[in-house]
């Protein structure tokens, strides 16, 4: 429950509270509950409750003290006396009295209260939790009868339709050729269609058009950066740091390079997740595999770390948890990471579950070293070659040096002139000194086993846990890892065992999601007891078990999605089918979705002829790897300007790019398989007034306006064509064409040149078409 505000007793009519999200109770579980039960409750708990105050409940902390003021105001830290006390106000009783909360113990609790002081209580599970329906083994039945066959391109219609007969609804219209050649040239490459290829279309009428599109944009090396921008997301690819010390990983982007390049070759995913987890132990068994196996495992290694921690012993368990709760969310769509401090609230997770995976993590090599400023560790890519090469400067600049060291105890001039010569040439040598080529990722340290952590504090060590996976999922008779490396080879072939049922579930659930706008379980990212029912079980499995069947391609999941009868329905609206299904959970009709971040600035730029399509490489080329993003003016000197896709800008912790900020890109810090859709203000005031927006919509007045021999009535088809993949209807011709007379009447008095008046006033044109909702959404 979110308390509007804590210690005061709501009235009936206060609206019923939000209810927590799933980051607000991991953060609640992570940070809050800990801190109370480690610092509050021995004074304020079951047991005793000083000032009539109890801390471990939410009804008392709604209840407050004896003081009888609020303890909390809920999203105002400022006025909330919890905040005030454990910042050691003069107004209120300092808390704790003898020794202060740390500064970021006292930032979490202020976190906490501006989310609206979320108070999760711990669900209680039925009589075996086994039987919740995520730890299921995958069952692919046979698909339903239906009424209307005919509807049904293929068995995933027939599980949709069934539902939708039993609720006595009827499926929308088919969509028209040009909404649907534009919702799949989005929804696969991240790009609108050429009028090219939507008037080729169009054109054929021959039973495999559709399917012909399908595959010219899933062979498009555009299709690997759209695709590998939503796994980026699941695997909070950063090109920084964050956090204390935000320092640049001068070379994540080989990590982000082969994602796209993953999914341009329909790498099969159980062997993507295996790089991922064990790519070092893969290339060891392998050695001719090449780069990518170690580039991979850049996956455990690109979480935020507080480098500047002076407790390294907690840095390192603090790492080991972003670990385990990034891949427990990614892959199996589980929130392990609250159980750190305690066995989960909410699913049958134990302490001992998640002390046996941390062993699996303590066990591998993340970091060079722990001290303060930490360094974490990179993979060496470097050929013979370049080892050479390095070698033979490292023994030049040691003879300069020897040489240097001869001479700096004669006192002759001759001597102090040939000194000087050798500082200078030994200072130009070393700027000149060969970069080895590594990537982040991680490797092997020492084989071993931690004990269960109290409250998640490596100061109070409890009873020793054997690395091993958890009971729920895996068993209690499962075979001992073994003792002479960490397990995650292990760890990786367990998760990609065709038996495992969630890997294939949460992977097909998420390329749903991005398919249809939200997935068949809506809360992509948990599959816990906490998330929510498939809305179509049978089907999921049924697309789980084919993934898995058909090699576990991501492409061949496309087809089979984007070919039925389902995908293809138009977005028209049924009045009777909105009020019995309002969420559009039954899949009546396709919703219609608003783009991405980087679709949109992709498509301003792909429209405008002003996209760069060269992909690839560094992006940080202004730092060196480790160096801190922000200089001592706390300027960042990270630029956009970039022509090229929005996928190879970088993504700074911390300090994000406004234009990816205000429509709606994840916090890089934490894996996100569903990105929300917010309508503000300042949207619209991007296409109006922005700099990327104008020169925008200028170019694409310049390509409007190329052939000098057209009508205006043939720009404004052109126009449409571009932007929207449609002919304009008579009455949008009309209206544009009357919008550029207007705007050069409104120009002539600032400017003389015919031309520049013709050229301003299509740009002002082409900026209210970009400025449309219709540029934005796919239908």
Known sequence: MTLAVLGLTPGPAVAADPAPTAEDIRFFEMKIRPLLAERCHKCHGAEKQKGDLRLDTEAGIRKGGDSGEPLIVAAKPDMSMLLRSVRHAQDVPAMPPKAKLKDSEIADLEAWVKR????????????????????QPVVASAPPAVKDASWAKSDLDRYILAKLEAAQLKPASPADKPTLIRR??????????????????????????????????????????RWGRHWLDVARYADSNGLDENTAHGNAWRYRDYVIASFNADKPYDLFLREQIAGDLLKKANPGSGHEPLIATGFLALGPKVLAEPDEKKMEFDIVDEQIDTLGKAVMGLTLGCARCHDHKFDPVSTADYYGLAGVFISTKTMENFKKVARWHENSLASPADVKKKAEHDAAVARLKEQIKGLTAKTDEPSKVELKKLKAELAELEKKAPELPSAMGVTEGTPTDVP????????????????????????????????DHSGRLELANWLTNPKHPLTARVMVNRVWRWHFGQGLVRSVDNFGLLSDKPSHPELLDSLAAEFVKSGWSVK??????????TYQMSSTHDARAAIADP????????????LEAEAIRDSLLAVSGLLEHAGGGPVLTHLKNRDYIFDHTSKDRTTYTTHRRSVYLPVIRNNLYDVFQLFDAPDASVPNGDRPTTTVPTQALFFLNSELAANSAAALADRILTQTNLTDDTRVKQLLAITYGREPNAKEAERLIAAVDAFEKDFSAGEQDAGKRRRNAWSAVCQSVLASNEFIHIR
């Open 184 to 225: 799949a040239t989005f929804d696969l490459i991240g790009l609108p269609p050429t009028p090219e290829e939507v008037d080729a279309f169009i054109k054929d009428a021959s039973p495999t058009a559709f399917a012909n599109v399908v595959d010219r944009l899933l062979a498009s090396p555009r299709y690997g950066e």
């Open 452 to 483: 269960v952590l109290r409250r998640g504090n490596h100061l109070t060590p409890g009873a020793m846990v054997a690395r091993r996976f958890p009971i729920i999922i895996a068993g209690v008779n499962q075979e001992a890892l073994p003792k």
């Open 556 to 565: 061949a999941l496309h087809r089979r999605l984007m070919l039925s009868a």
């Open 116 to 135: 609206g002081a979320p108070f999760p209580v711990s669900i209680k599970v039925g009589s075996d939790p086994s039987k919740h329906w995520a730890f």
């Open 583 to 594: 969420d559009n959970r039954l899949r009546w009709r396709a919703n219609i979705r608003r």
